[in-house]
């Protein structure tokens, strides 16, 4: 039976992925790793669960870079977009060209002939989307300058695929006198085979189509479908539109990922957008995970252990040709203090786009068996230790470069002994740091934010590069004789962490964080500190009070009642609290964080009446006595 | 204040650490009345009078029907008592002085409102000339004052004599 098959396959995907997953997440290794991890112990080579479909499923689940690549999109303003042109074409084309073209050079030595070599540098000058996305979500390092360069390398190669796709039938043609076959022509569109002008034209001309639909239409339609109020009609909207514009976009010869990435980027100011993003994001996930797992089973251990040094020997060379070109890169385009090592890191495994590359390649005849086989090997081999890859910057690589760094700045820091230490200078940071000096405290900034140091450095602010998660840092910074912390940076994560090594460490100094949410105020009161304040509480309490008076409150009114309001939150996040620690450790989605907040915050609130506090006026009780005594 | 912080029994109150910007929390100050017997309102004298925290505290704590009102009971049989610094000397707080009223005929509200409440009033304690006095000074009034307190906690002030002070500082005077 057909149906029981798929039923048994979806079975051993997900439960591989369910029990070795958190397993990895536990080891610090990552989600990527997990799934690769539990594809190979699925595969043929350790348990035989999955067998030749891996291939098939693999090809399914590419569809979830697509998706990926259209949240990303969707996240990304245009105008952002443009800002980055300059990476996207300078370090992007840069790295292509330069990398395919030394891996070009070194296979031409390895004998291969010029038009093989070609292939094979083009093709493995890629990186992988899926594995390098996922990472830099996962860690949080979208917004992070190596993340950002990271990525306008990876849209460039999305683009660079359909030239390659063009380009390959091409050399093959040049180096054996073989023809090309129809049938290979036909697997990459009719499109492919019309003149490049009218291709490109054709391209220009579904791109317009898709802004203007997207610009005009789409809210529309989004408009039409949310009315009905069927939850899951949206979503078989969302799906339909993406695959639709992925089907169409391979249909003209465009990567379906680039194509859905372009429509995210249309819809990014829509109304829909985080709709549509929390929609699409857990088949994303899955089929992302699913993709990593077939990466994982689809590993030929078999080619392994007939030549190990040699598949291993590639493997590295691969990884070291890509990484030196990416760091020198890196360092052309102004990456700085470690984060060009970790855009290194990030980039120097070979595509996903390479699997069908190869096998595409194979079939215009331009590898045989043998070659094609070890290509895919080694792609795969890269692919699966690139988490490692990373895990080796975190652990030995950055904390290296930070003790040079430091012993740079050592005297700089060393001679200040100031009661406060502020560690993140940005939007947030710098209003507490002025309050401070402007009291005539002196204060220890760090800020692990280049550009950002740069910047205040002119403005006459006196503040250090770095990274206060490195326990050496903080020693630096004078956290012995400190008698005050405060944690104002925006990776909240970090903040976290390095609260606790202080709890632990330096009892003695007082903590001040900033969180991003009331669960994060949580966190911090689980270690008992009790100054967390909300990034943007207060803020919003005083937009409120200005709303109050516009209505007719007086000024006092208006004061008093949002006094009130603060008032009244700190008893509900006191209950909320209780509520957090009984069911402490429950898992909520990132998406999902803010509507629990709500829920839950709602429902405290129903325990404490606003009014209680503020009935010392004007009471009606007072009133009826008057009454009486006349 | 730093004189009787560590008096068992004693809570001070220190409104301008509590509510910084004047906003106080009236349920937890009218619990906190309830759990008392000798309420002291404790602060310089500006203009005559309290500043103008303790008279918001007045204005918002001691609400209808709990201090004061037909079913304004909580306070009842409570004590009250000022405990004021001022910068003029005795002598000027008279009817002959520059401020032509003496310390007592200033504190008539206080007095009155403490009788509102079904409270009994005490003589005040008071400090004067606190801008010329030194170190020893007020090492002394500390330590007079941290007296007063722990007779007034052990019930061990004569009734009788209540009515014969003008000031709660007379009662060690005359003691030493």
Redesign the interface.
Known sequence: MHNQEFFLNALIYLGAAVVSVPIAKKLGLGSVLGYLLAGIIIGPFVLGLVGNEAGEVMHFAEFGVVLMLFIIGLELEPKLLWKMRRNIFGLGGLQVLLTAGIITGVALLFNFQLNRAVAIGLILALSSTAIVLQTLSEKGLMRNIAGRSAFSVLLFQDMAVIPILALLPLIATLGTPATLSETSMQSIGEVAQLPGWLQLLIIIGAITVMVIIGRFAARHIFRLVAETGLHEVFVALALLMVIGIALGMDAIGLSPALGTFIAGVVLADSEYRHELETTIDPFKGLLLGLFFISVGAGINFNLLIENPWLIIGFVLLLIFIKFVVLLILGRIFRLKKGFEFLFAFLLAQASEFAFVLISFSKQNKLFDEQTSGMLLLVVTLSMAISPLLLIFNDKAVSPILARWQNKLEYDEIEDEETPVILAGFGRFGLTVGRILLANGFKVTILDNNPSNVETLRKYGFKLYFGDITRPTMLEKAGIEKARLLILSMAEHENALKVAEIVRKKYPHVKILARAKDIFHVFEYLNMNINNAERENFHSAAELGNTALVELGFTKYEAY?AT??FK?HEDQVTEELYRHWLEDQGKFIQETRRFEEQVKETLQAEKNYSIH??????D?D??KD?AKKEE | MEAIKDLEGVTINNLYEKYP?F?I???AEQKLLTEHDIIIWHHPFYWYSAPAIIKEWM???L???FAY??NGRALQGKWAMSCISTGGRKEVYSAEGKNRYTINQFLTPYIQSANLCRMKYLPPYVVHGSHLLNSEQIKKHADDYRTVIELLRDNKIDAQRLNTIEYMNEIIEHDA
């Open positions: 008093r006094r009130t008032h209680d506090t503020d009935c010392a006026w009471v009780s007072l006595e | 910007d906003f929390d009236v349920p204005d918002l704590v609400e209808h029907n009102g037909t």
